[in-house]
Each structure stands twice: as C-alpha cells, then as structure tokens.
C-alpha cells in the first residue's frame, strides 16, 4: 500500500508481516529504502508521542524531514489541505503524515491522487493506524499471539480512535474483546466486536485491560460541567482497590496521554504490570515498518479499493 489511513487496509497478514519488520527494527535492523526521501508531519491537532515517533522513525531510516507548522503555514490564508499537499510535493516531499481533527479528512484526498503518500496519525474520532498497530505489537511482543487473549477497551470509546481502529483487528486476530466504561459510550458500532460487561466484572479475567483517555476536549459543555474525575475512577477507572483483582500475567496499555488519577491511579502509571512507556517506544520501531511499507511502493501502483472501502 502506498497510503496507510485506516485499520480497513489491514489484513491480518500484513499486520504479522509489520509487526514482525518492526520486531526486526526493535533489533537493530537497517532499512534499505533508496534515499534521499523527504517527509513532512503536517499536525493539525495537538500531539506529543505520535508526532515525536514519527519523526524518530523517519529520522531513524534516513529520511529528511522538512519542518511544518500550521499555524505559520498558508492554511491559516485559506489554502486547502489538498493544495497544501500538492505544494509540499511539487517541492520534493514524498511522504506526508497528517493528523487532522476531521473524521476521514483522507478520503477526499486520496481520491484526488496526489503525488505523494499519506499516511494518518489520527483524524478526529475515526482512525489511528499507527497506535493501532504499537498496540498490536506490545501485545505479541508479551504474549506471543492474539488468539483467545482476553482484552478489555474501557473507557472513553465514542471518542476514541485507538478503540475504533484496535477493535477491528484485535477481532481479526482471534482475540476475545469486552468493552466498559459509561454504558452511553458503548454504542452499536462497538457491538459486533464483543459485549459491554462492568470493570469490576471484567478486571480479573483479563489479558490485557486497556485503558483509555477521557477526551474532555470532545465532550460537550454539558458533559463537562456533569463529569466528576472521583466518581469516573471509581466506577470507571483502574484504582488502587481494583488493581489487586488483575491476574499477575495481566498487562495494563493506555495510548496517553494518561489523565492520571482518572482513567487510572497515579501509582500505577509505572507499575510492574503497565506496558505504557513499552507502547511509545515500540512506537517508533512499528512506524518504521509502516513508513517503509509506503516508501517501498511506487506511487504509480496505487490502489484505492481498501483505503476507500469505508
Ligand atoms: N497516543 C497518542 O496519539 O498520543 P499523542 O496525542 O500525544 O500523539
């Protein structure tokens, strides 16, 4: 593929196939790609891990990368993204990772074959291909397969684009999946890939419990002014009382950033059963294996059917 955008290009195939190149990576492997190729990180939406694991990856396998900063950029004059994109290439850059707070901002823009490859480090509460496949390499990296693993997602699911996109090949792979949190936030799209069940319920059966961001900038006014962060950790959130009841070969994974004391204790954060810092490093490994999947395909064998299934 020459764009990754979404979990719907993913075979479980090619999932293997990244997480195996991104084990290699992790291992001190070199990239062959023909250099010099340019990439530019085009984030319309804050971040601090994807955007800095991007640019380690694209640095890590020699790429150049050309700084981009929205805000100083002629999209504050109006320039579409599309318009942006074409003058990014007609400069030389090959390679474009854009996060952007539209859902599926990268529809249109694949459709209009641009010259270079795009690859979506998150848009709004669609997709993020890339946490997606970090998370699915943190996992094999402990468990060594996904079939019949036991995994929780809690918490924050409407807004949640690591939930949209995980769920899908988590269920690919085998793996059993429940979903908590607010019972109002598990809504039908999440049906078809596994059953809401009570934390306290869930937390000593499973595998891995993953936890996500309360993404107070997406809630609305009145769930703001309703939300109670001691109230929300304790139904909601892996406290101190509840961590005993996680089996020993449990893991805890939580994309962050982490809104300490809410979605789970301080303490815990750190602790012998979290995987949280293991997720941002395997990061930059799993984005190199995706960066150099889209570099190795010449752009003339493009093909939209996947991307643009959904
Ligand atoms: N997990 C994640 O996407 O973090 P950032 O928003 O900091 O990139």
Aim: aromatic share 8%; net charge negative; hydrophobic share 40%.
């Amino acid at each position: 593929i020459t764009d990754f955008v979404s979990a719907n290009q993913v075979t479980t195939d090619l999932a293997n196939q990244l997480i195996t190149r991104a084990e290699e990576f992790k291992h001190g492997a070199q990239s062959n790609l023909a250099l010099p190729i340019y990439a530019a990180n085009l984030f319309f939406e804050p971040s601090t891990r994807t955007h800095t694991s991007f640019e380690m990856a694209e640095r890590r396998l020699g790429m150049t990368v050309m700084p981009f900063d929205p805000r100083q950029s002629s999209v504050t004059k109006g320039e579409t993204l599309g318009d942006t994109l074409r003058t990014l290439a007609a400069i030389g850059v090959q390679v474009a990772v854009i996060r952007h707070p539209v859902k599926s901002y990268y529809q249109s823009l694949l459709a209009e074959h641009l010259p270079l490859r795009i690859v979506n480090a998150g848009d709004g509460a669609g997709q993020h291909p890339s946490q997606m496949m970090l998370d699915l390499m943190t996992i094999h990296e402990e468990f060594g397969h996904f079939d019949g693993l036991k995994i929780a997602i809690v918490g924050d699911l409407t807004h949640s684009r690591v939930a949209k996109s995980d769920m899908q090949l988590l269920h690919e792979l085998g793996a059993e999946l429940t979903f908590s949190g607010p019972k109002a936030w598990y809504t039908k799209e999440f049906e078809p890939y596994g059953p809401y069940q009570p934390l306290a319920e869930i937390v000593p059966k499973v595998d891995v419990l993953m936890l996500l961001r309360v993404q107070f900038e997406r809630l609305s006014d009145a769930e703001k002014a309703e939300f109670s962060e001691s109230t929300y950790h304790e139904r909601f959130g892996l406290s101190d009382k509840l961590y005993p009841k996680l089996r020993k070969s449990a893991i805890i994974m939580h994309p962050a950033p982490v809104n300490r004391g809410i979605e789970l204790a301080d303490d815990l954060v750190e602790c012998p059963q979290s995987r949280i810092f293991a997720q941002m490093h395997n990061g930059v490994f799993m984005r190199m294996a995706m960066l150099e999947l889209v570099c190795q395909q010449p752009l003339q064998e493009r093909s939209l059917t996947h991307a643009l299934a959904h």
